[in-house]
């Protein structure tokens, strides 16, 4: 046996070592139990997990790992469950759509391949397209599951596999756990490999422009953006996949002056301008503040590589580009669309919005002020389009965020959505111009009128076996020891989602949460302070939320108000010994 390697490990690799692996495969498993003991061992210690947001991983051989059968075995128990769920003799439909990561062009014919030897119609687009074209194809095709392939803003080395059902959101209870029931009984024997090009239809440009068309009914006031038309808009991809879609929605809206970062329009799956793709690392916005300097920009957006977050910058009141994290973005939106339903009186009482328990209790103070009710879900954005789906027909969905830079308006789309959002931003944006604000000040008067809340996220990344039990054990010691006092303040409230248990420490009560089960620990001060922990469901880390609020009593005292709660979070940190 290899040193270091657990012989079980190396009896899995061993397996792949045969059929119905190809040469290529086997080539490399042999180069791993030969020179790469440590290498093998993170490959084949366990199965990649195909859990209830799909799969995501590191691309390479082995069990542990995005590949050729991985997907296959990933497809293939997809298209049983499909089968098993639509009998009868229609044809079933699945639509396909990829980002720009190395390899998803490839992954996308695996799927389309099994898909398609299993007797199933698939759409698959020309190139790569932004996650959320694909939840709104799913529903304008009248398909009964949608694929994307993506790993969103994970590093370059990885890749992910992405399931939506007939509604166009990601799957959620009971279909999330039974198509993860039968991927996991599927071997890589069971594969039906096999193109049926004949139910393989190509989706082109001109399904784009139905959804932009789609896109510009949300509009809410098209006379403002032809007033301020000249508003200066920087935007980048990110080198993803809303090159091309974003800007069109932008120029369709009615914006003329729209500023590309050149180098970044260039698809590349390695992301070479930037360390990381992901529009809330502010380095990924280095080359974009550059861009708005030189053109004086009024607005600055980045999306992520597979299209569906937004990060935004705009200029503070000193002149300054300042971005804006995913919490002051929902914040922003949802303050223009419920303002602007309530004055135009579109709102009929039977109006809702949606966000996530980690998200700022600020959406809920802009509900109420407008007479909309505001639902808490769980982390996920399909958790909201899970609620759009029940409550279709009874009530009418307006908009919805969570703090990760998600957001959504209109009800055509079941994810979020960085198309949508910024074409709604740049109009939030012409519309506080009309008042002859910026919005940066628009932000300042929601938080004297609603009050200041600050919000800031925490994350801890353990890799492999032994990081995955620290980030147990660290979550289970919280649960099992909590604290009486946090940075001078009373614990007065425990919300476990595991339990299902929100208990009042003050009343000595517990009640229960309506909420799914969920592996999620909350923890309430006396003066309304939220620390929120829980692993991340689709990367090795475990994260930690932090929100505090205060008055504001003028715009002038935000900069000193906001540094208070900073300071506030960071002895926080200290008192609960993370960070």
Not at 449 to 469: D, F, N
Not at 519 to 547: A, W
Request: aromatic share 8%.
């Amino acid at each position: 046996m290899m040193r270091g390697v657990d012989e079980k490990v190396l009896g899995r690799a061993q397996a792949w070592l045969s059929e119905p692996f190809d040469q290529e495969t086997q080539r490399q498993v042999r180069h791993l139990i030969d020179h790469d003991p440590e290498g093998l061992m993170d490959a084949f210690y366990k199965d990649l997990e195909f859990g209830t947001g799909g799969l995501r991983g590191v691309m390479g051989v082995g069990t542990n790992r995005m590949n050729k059968y991985t997907v296959g075995m990933a497809t293939q128990g997809l298209a049983g469950y499909l089968l098993r769920s639509f009998p009868g003799p229609k044809r079933l439909k699945v639509a396909i759509a990829h980002d720009c990561r190395n390899n998803s062009g490839y992954f996308t014919d695996i799927a389309a391949e099994v898909l398609s030897a299993n007797g199933i119609q698939v759409y698959v687009f020309d190139a790569l397209r932004p996650t959320p074209l694909l939840s709104f194809a799913v529903r304008e095709l009248n398909c009964q599951a949608g694929i994307v392939i993506t790993a969103s803003h994970n590093p370059v080395e990885y890749n992910g596999y992405k399931v939506y059902w007939d509604d166009g959101g990601q799957l959620v209870p009971p279909h999330d756990n039974n198509v993860i029931d039968r991927v996991q009984k599927t071997s890589a024997e069971q594969i039906r490999f096999g193109k049926k090009e004949q139910l393989i239809s190509t989706l082109d440009a001109s399904f784009d422009k139905v959804y932009i068309e789609r896109i510009k009914t949300l509009s809410l006031n098209p006379a403002i953006i032809s007033k301020h038309a000249d508003l200066r808009i920087v935007f980048t991809p990110i080198h993803g996949t809303t090159v091309r879609l974003v800007p069109s929605a932008l120029k369709a809206f009615g914006f003329q002056s729209v500023f590309n970062v050149p180098e970044q329009d260039v698809v590349d799956g390695n992301f070479p301008t930037v360390r990381s793709p992901n529009p809330e690392e502010p380095a990924a916005f280095d080359m974009a503040l550059e861009r708005a300097r030189e053109v004086d920009a009024d607005l600055v957006m980045a999306t992520d590589p597979d299209g569906d977050r937004v990060g935004v910058a705009v200029k503070n009141t000193s002149g300054a580009y300042e971005l804006l994290n995913g919490n002051q973005c929902a914040a922003l939106l949802t303050y223009y669309v419920l303002d602007q339903w309530k004055k135009q009186g579109k709102l009929q009482g039977k109006e809702y919005i949606v966000k996530t328990i980690v998200t700022t209790g600020l959406l809920s103070e802009i509900a109420a002020a407008h007479d909309v009710e505001c639902l808490d879900v769980l982390t996920g954005f399909k958790y909201i389009a899970e609620k759009m789906r029940q409550l279709e027909g009874e009530k009418r969905f307006l908009c919805g965020g969570e703090e990760s830079y998600g957001f959504l308006v209109g009800d055509f789309v079941r994810d979020k959505d960085a198309v949508i959002t910024c074409c709604m931003l740049a109009e939030t944006a012409a519309w506080a111009r009309e008042q002859g604000i910026s919005l940066y000040e628009l932000l300042l008067r929601i938080y004297t009128e609603y009050g200041l809340y600050v919000e800031t996220l925490l994350s801890i990344t353990r890799k492999g076996m032994k990081g995955a039990e620290e980030i147990r054990e660290m979550i289970s010691g919280f649960r099992h020891k909590t604290p009486d006092y946090i940075h001078g303040k009373t614990l007065a409230r425990v919300i476990d989602y595991q339990k299902g248990i929100d208990r009042d420490l003050y009343l000595d009560e517990e009640h229960p949460v309506d909420l799914p089960e969920s592996n999620v620990l909350q923890f309430v001060l006396e003066d309304g302070t939220r620390i929120t922990m829980r692993p991340s469901g689709t990367e090795p880390k475990i994260k930690f939320y932090f929100g505090c609020r205060t008055k504001l009593e003028k715009a002038s005292d935000y900069d000193k108000k906001r540094k208070e709660l900073l300071e506030a979070i960071e002895k926080i940190k200290a008192d609960l010994e993370i960070g």
